[in-house]
């Protein structure tokens, strides 16, 4: 055994970790970890059986017989194994710190400091993080730069989401994507920079203005990740995308992402959680609007009978369009005018347009996130969905109100997934069939309820959390 041989089984037990699901079935999953932590205690071993056989052929200890440059290296190659756990090993810190005190060389032509800076940001020290991936950045290997660069991003947009100052939050996520396009211009095809600019650019969405050009570069971070084949399995990408796909409304490839994240990290609560309550979500949306929203007959045809031309409130005068600043002249259309033959009207001819609705079913706010849904009836009895976002914690909608949407955003979802839960027996699986018009409403402001336009006091400006892991 050489200190080239460890160095080699060191390098094996990383290409293990980060090509696992490209050697193995998702169905192996739960065994990753568990395999993974098996290969770091071989390494483990393997140092401890070179130290022995070291004394033994001397007669003296490590630290007689060995230079301080292989002592370091050792260190190194049990740290740096170590640290291949997802959890945080204090031991790992220790003999990375001291490989570094007994040799300094180490941090240019190692990732000695980006593994010191996962070591202290997995122990929740962002400063002692922050300085070692600061380190990282001096060093001549562009490989070893580019992971300081990715990882600085993360942990500078953690610290951006704990500001309370809008300013300051807003100069951090700006170094952080600074950052991680530096990190892209060293690798244009590495998944993972591609993958964290996304993250940061979905952040930035929601605490600058909810811009359509930023949710655009993060969807194209998002699908430039997805080129390197490694990123099919990145657990964290594929549950962000799922997220922002779920906020375009997107939900069939959202429910797929999430459910494939969470079958890639069965260990996951909060991806599992997402995918099955939006199972939950899509299954309950589609019965409600199958089923006259639980109404029976008479009281569906008592309340889809109240409408009234009064209800369109401030959209029978000529409507002022927020892009073009024109006044446009709002025509009342059903729903049958904006859906043709299960496909989608062209968006043009809904945008002078304004349409009547009548609540018969109330979801609320889903997923513990917004929008808030509900299910509404025009005036011949057909049924839609409806998604309000940035609507307050208080907003609510009764059965019976009515609502105004002027230049509806209208989308059609129908698609059968498999639950994540479905039984392990083909013959038993059970698909469930989604089926349903939804009219998305980018804040209750856009609304006339009950004849009175919306007030500040029903919106809340939405904020979704992205997760990042350390490596």
Excluded at 62 to 70: N, V
Excluded at 215 to 237: E, G, I, T, V, W
Excluded at 343 to 359: A, Q
């Amino acid at each position: 055994m050489s200190i080239e041989s460890l160095e080699q089984k060191l390098n094996d037990l990383y290409d293990f970790r980060k090509n696992y699901f490209l050697n193995h079935p998702i169905e192996d999953a739960s065994l990753k970890e568990e395999r993974i932590n098996n290969r770091i205690q071989d390494v483990v071993n393997a140092v401890a059986s070179y130290k022995d056989d070291v004394c033994s052929q001397s007669c003296g200890t490590t630290e007689d017989t060995l230079t301080r440059e292989q002592l370091a290296e050792l260190c190194w190659i049990e740290g740096k194994a170590r640290n291949a756990s997802t959890s945080f090993d204090s031991s790992c810190q220790e003999l990375l710190t001291k490989a570094l005190k007994l040799n300094p060389k180490l941090g240019d032509i190692t990732d000695i400091h980006v593994q010191l800076g996962e070591c202290f940001w997995k122990k929740l020290d962002r400063e002692g993080a922050k300085l070692s991936f600061e380190q990282s950045l001096k060093s001549s290997d562009p490989e070893i730069t580019k992971q300081g660069k990715r990882n600085l991003s993360i942990l500078l947009r953690q610290v951006a989401a704990a500001s309370k100052d809008k300013e300051e939050h807003l100069e951090y996520m700006d170094l952080s994507i600074k950052l991680v396009k530096e990190a892209i211009q060293i690798d244009f095809a590495d998944g993972i920079s591609w993958y964290i600019l996304g993250n940061a650019h979905f952040s930035q969405f929601f605490v600058d203005g909810q811009k359509p050009e930023t949710m655009k570069q993060a969807l194209q971070a998002y699908k430039n990740a997805f080129k390197d084949k490694l990123s099919h399995y990145n657990c964290d990408l594929l549950y962000n995308y799922g997220v922002l796909l779920k906020f375009q409304e997107n939900y069939q490839e959202s429910l797929k992402s999430l459910q494939l994240a969470s079958k890639i990290d069965p260990l996951w609560e909060e991806a599992e959680s997402q995918a099955t309550q939006l199972e939950v979500l899509l299954t309950k949306i589609s019965d409600l609007v199958a089923n006259r929203g639980g109404l029976k007959l008479k009281q569906f045809e008592k309340i889809t009978s109240k409408f009234e031309i009064s209800q369109l409130g401030c959209y029978r005068e000529p409507f002022k369009d927020s892009k073009t600043e024109k006044l446009i002249d709002l025509k009342p259309c059903s729903l049958k005018e904006l859906v043709d033959c299960s496909s989608i009207i062209n968006s043009k001819n809904s945008f002078e347009k304004v349409c009547l609705l009548r609540i018969v079913a109330d979801i609320g706010q889903h997923l513990e996130q917004p929008p808030y849904y509900c299910v509404a009836a025009d005036s011949k009895g057909s049924l839609c969905a409806v998604s309000i976002f940035n609507a307050a914690i208080s907003f609510h909608l009764q059965r019976g109100d009515s609502i105004a949407v002027a230049q509806p955003d209208v989308s059609k979802h129908v698609f059968d997934f498999e639950p994540l839960k479905a039984p392990s027996s083909i013959g038993d699986i059970k698909y469930c069939h989604v089926d349903f018009v939804l009219l998305r409403v980018n804040t209750p402001l856009d609304l006339v309820i009950n004849g009175r336009k919306g007030n500040k006091g029903m919106q809340a400006m939405v904020s979704v959390g992205v997760e990042a892991k350390a490596s």
